[in-house]
């Protein structure tokens, strides 16, 4: 097999739904520490490339593979986040009623069963790691805080601290910019960079303000399929590029 | 005249729209463009009603709009032709028009002959269910749904996306068609730069929740507003 150093290989995935082409003969590769941007116009089949991934939806044909090993369209969601694979969906879904200490510490891997949860203690290395999130998502001072009192902005911050405790080796981010204040949507590009490196990211957005923060390899998929790939200057230089975005 | 003046507007936390400020006059086509989720929608759902605004008012020829409900503004001549269309997929053809009937007074529940000339199309089809039309003709359907309740005000969603060219083309035919009535606003959000160029009579562009560009047919600079479009 080729490429079998990436972290996630996809290739030639199809999927389609009622005859429509979903995905069509995408290829992506993923390396171990990348920070990647995904755009593209819509029904560009953004979000059905992260359902493959995640297990969701199930490829007609094509290969995904984890760390070269793991056939990803075998498996189901749960089993793709036990591999590692976290995804944050575009709505923040933190639980409000708790604090963001707590929400972090919900989040903390760990053994769910019944007896261990029951009769769970915390110890100094939880609260060590849960510090460190605290302070890669900037909310330290806000811990004791309810979630519900944070800003937009922070409760998505809050989300992606939830899903780094469950120590994933990749995570799939849906448009974290959404709705974030100018000031907000430039830290997210800093705390992406920040996570990055020690895992992998892969990140949908259309705010192009955001993707250009964030500097790396955009990839623009275009009906399903990759129109183009490099810096994002080289792709927005992409005549196909160009036309797409026109709608032509 | 539609007057959108300094709103504001949030889902929850997350502000989608930040003092947007926008007119449309009866007899023009108003263009709003913008990449995916920059707002354009979330701009028409405030102004067809279906979600309020967090501050600003909106006003449809002097009448506040904010706090009405979509069908007391579809009553004040405001129709919506919603983005994927947004049929019914198991009424008819001739049921699906007559969902427009709704706002209208009893003397006036009938289909204008007006949708058959634009559109001949649904006349061949009107016993045929929604669904089992081609997307093109569900667009046209859409379109001569909104136009069934006699808008003033006429808010297209994305017309073109998914559409065969000739379609599209008979589509623009029936925009400028509207437009040169003078009888009706026409409020055209697109992502298709030339439909959008050749038919606007004014245009406003989006970026991150706001306006970022606005200009009339003969100021309007092709290259300026396609560096906000492309990527």
Known sequence: MKESNALLYLDNVNVAFDGFKAINNLSLYIEPGELRAVIGPNGAGKTTMMDIITGKTRPDSGDVLWKGEHDLTKLDEADSARLGIGRKFQKPTVFETHTVYDNLRLALKADRGVWPTLFARQSAAERARIDEYLTLIRLTDRAEDLAANLSHGQKQWLEIGMLLAQEPELLLVDEPAAGMTDDETMETATLLRDIAGERSVIVVEHDMAFVRALDVKVSVLHEGSLLAEGTLQHVSDDPRVIEVYLGR | ?231
């Open chain 2, 1 to 231: 005249m539609l007057r959108v003046e300094t709103i504001d507007m949030h889902y929850g936390a997350a502000q989608a729209l930040s003092d947007v400020s926008l007119t449309a006059e009866v007899g023009k086509v108003t263009c709003l463009l913008g990449r995916n989720g920059v707002g354009k929608t979330s701009l028409l759902r405030s102004i067809v009603g279906r979600k309020r605004v967090s501050r600003g008012s909106i006003r449809w020829n002097d009448t506040e709009l904010d706090g009405l409900r979509p069908d007391q503004r579809a009553r004040l001549g405001v129709a919506s032709v919603p983005q994927g269309r947004e049929i019914f997929p198991l009424l008819t053809v001739q049921e699906n028009l007559e969902v427009g009937f709704a706002p209208l007074p009893r003397a006036e529940r009938f289909v204008p002959d007006e949708v058959f000339e634009l559109f001949p199309v649904l006349k061949d089809m009107l016993g045929r269910r929604g669904g089992d039309l081609s997307g093109g003709q569900q667009q046209q359907l859409a379109i001569g749904r909104a136009l069934v309740t006699r808008p003033t005000l006429l808010v297209l969603d994305e017309p073109t996306e998914g559409i065969q060219p000739s379609i599209i083309k008979d589509i623009g035919t029936a925009i400028s068609h509207l437009r040169d009535q003078g009888t009706m606003a026409i409020l055209l959000v697109e992502q298709y730069f030339d439909f959008a160029r050749d038919l606007g009579d004014s245009f406003f562009v989006m970026d991150r929740g706001s306006i970022v560009q606005s200009s009339g047919k003969d100021d309007m600079v092709e290259a300026d507003v396609r560096r906000w479009l492309t990527v």
